[in-house]
Each structure stands twice: as structure tokens, then as C-alpha cells.
């Protein structure tokens, strides 16, 4: 397998400030690195693919400019929630593949998620 | 886009019976994983099985990718094996990225 590390676990803010969430594959490098979010009792909707190097992918409606994506490393990926409010609290949820041939078609590993709780 | 709907969604067992769990696609894809989620949200990883049928202990899959469809087999199920059951299929040349089902929520009473 694959270790991927997202921190934090949990977090919760007051509404109107950012948090940043960290995504990190532990033993393999990642130019791609996957962001989700989970509402409760739902199934996990895909937001945006971060490219190291590059500007992320945001899936169709998705703000690109509240949810701020850094991928700044191999290992690192970092999600920004700019100005959170009550509506963004969710389970954020990362995930990244291994190298391999055709790349695409590898196996996807998960980060632990982080729950948010904007008050 | 590709459709991905799981059967049944919620199911409750008896420990010690057996299930099993549909996933069925709409468009060829070149990746399917079958994923636990446990109750602190960490998604576990079943199988990677874009085709073919795998096992692992009491857990066994079967991708027939022609016909579009999964299967997750549990076996003499425990109350462990309690959670949500997600497939995730990744379409052919749209960057890797993995679309889920909405789950099977699976209970199985002790």
C-alpha cells in the first residue's frame, strides 16, 4: 500500500477565517493529489485535482476562489478554506496515486479526512 | 458524465451470513476500488480491481468490466465488518480522478 497524511483531524473556527488542511503522501511522491468533501450521510463528491507545479482543476461549481488549492511539493498539498462559513462544515478528505503505467488507471489512496466545524 | 450506483443501500445482517454488494457503472473505466469507510471516516481500501475477481480473507470481488458491473462478497460476516461500503470508478483519461457510488450502508447484528 500507500500512506497518505492529512492534518488536521479536525478542526473547528469561527466564521469569517480560513483553514488551511495539509494532504501529504508519506512514502512515494504524488504529482497529483485529489480533494473531496463528504456531507453526512452522503457520498464523497470530488472538488478539485491539485497539480504540482500548476494550477488546480476545479470541478464544476466548485469556487475556485474560497477553496484555494497549493500544491507545493512531490508530497504536499494544501486545501484553504478562505472566509469559512456555517455551509462549508463538512469532512474534507484527500487522496493520492502512486506512480505507474498507465497512470490513471492506479490505485488511489485516502488521507484520514478532516472534519470542519464553522461556528 | 459516468453514473455509479451501489445496491442495496442499507442492508442488515446477522453475524455469521453472507452478502453481497453490487456497483454498477455506465461508461469503460480504468480503475475500480471497493472502499470501507470506518466509523471515523477513514476510508479503508478493499480492493483495487479494474477486472477480474480477488480475494482477501473473507472479503472477495469480482469486476466483469464488459458488462459494467462490480461485486463485494462478504463472508461470515462480523460485527466489524459494520460501516459504509463505497465503490469508486475511475473513467478513462480524465486525470485519475475516482467517482463514487452513494454507498451501502451495511449493519450486521451480533
Known amino acids: 500500500g500507500a500512506v497518505v497524511s492529512q492534518h488536521p483531524s479536525w478542526v473547528i473556527c469561527k466564521s469569517g477565517t480560513s483553514v488551511k488542511i495539509e494532504c501529504r503522501s508519506l512514502?512515494?511522491?504524488?504529482?497529483?493529489m485529489f480533494w473531496y468533501r463528504q456531507f453526512p450521510k452522503q457520498s464523497l463528491m470530488l472538488m478539485a485535482t491539485?497539480?504540482?507545479?500548476?494550477?488546480?482543476?476545479?470541478e464544476q461549481g466548485v469556487e475556485k476562489d474560497k477553496f484555494l488549492i497549493n500544491h507545493a511539493s512531490l508530497t504536499l498539498s494544501t486545501l484553504t478554506v478562505t472566509s469559512a462559513h456555517p455551509e462549508d462544515s463538512s469532512f474534507y478528505i484527500c487522496?493520492?496515486?502512486?506512480?505507474?503505467?498507465?497512470?490513471?488507471?492506479?490505485?488511489?489512496?485516502f488521507g484520514q479526512g478532516t472534519r470542519l466545524t464553522v461556528v | 458524465g459516468i453514473q455509479v450506483e451501489q445496491s442495496p443501500p442499507d442492508l442488515i445482517l446477522q453475524e455469521g451470513a453472507n452478502s453481497t454488494l453490487r456497483c454498477n457503472f455506465s461508461?469503460?473505466?480504468?480503475?475500480l476500488q471497493w472502499f470501507h469507510q470506518n466509523p471515523w471516516g477513514q476510508l479503508i481500501n478493499l480492493f483495487y480491481?479494474?477486472?477480474g475477481t480477488k480475494q482477501n480473507g473473507r472479503l472477495s470481488a469480482t469486476t466483469v468490466a464488459t458488462e459494467r458491473y462490480s461485486l463485494l462478497y462478504i463472508s461470515s460476516s462480523q460485527t466489524t465488518d459494520s460501516g459504509v461500503y463505497f465503490c469508486?470508478?475511475?473513467?478513462?483519461?480524465?486525470?485519475?480522478?475516482?467517482?463514487f457510488g452513494q454507498g451501502t450502508e451495511l449493519s450486521v447484528k451480533p
Open positions: 491539485s497539480n504540482e507545479g500548476s494550477k488546480a482543476t476545479y
Open positions: 487522496s493520492a496515486k502512486k506512480p505507474g503505467h498507465p497512470w490513471d488507471s492506479t490505485e488511489a489512496f
Open positions: 512514502d512515494f511522491q504524488a504529482t497529483t
Open positions: 480491481i479494474p477486472s
Open positions: 461508461d469503460s473505466v480504468n480503475n
Open positions: 469508486a470508478v475511475g473513467p478513462y483519461n480524465q486525470g485519475g480522478k475516482l467517482i
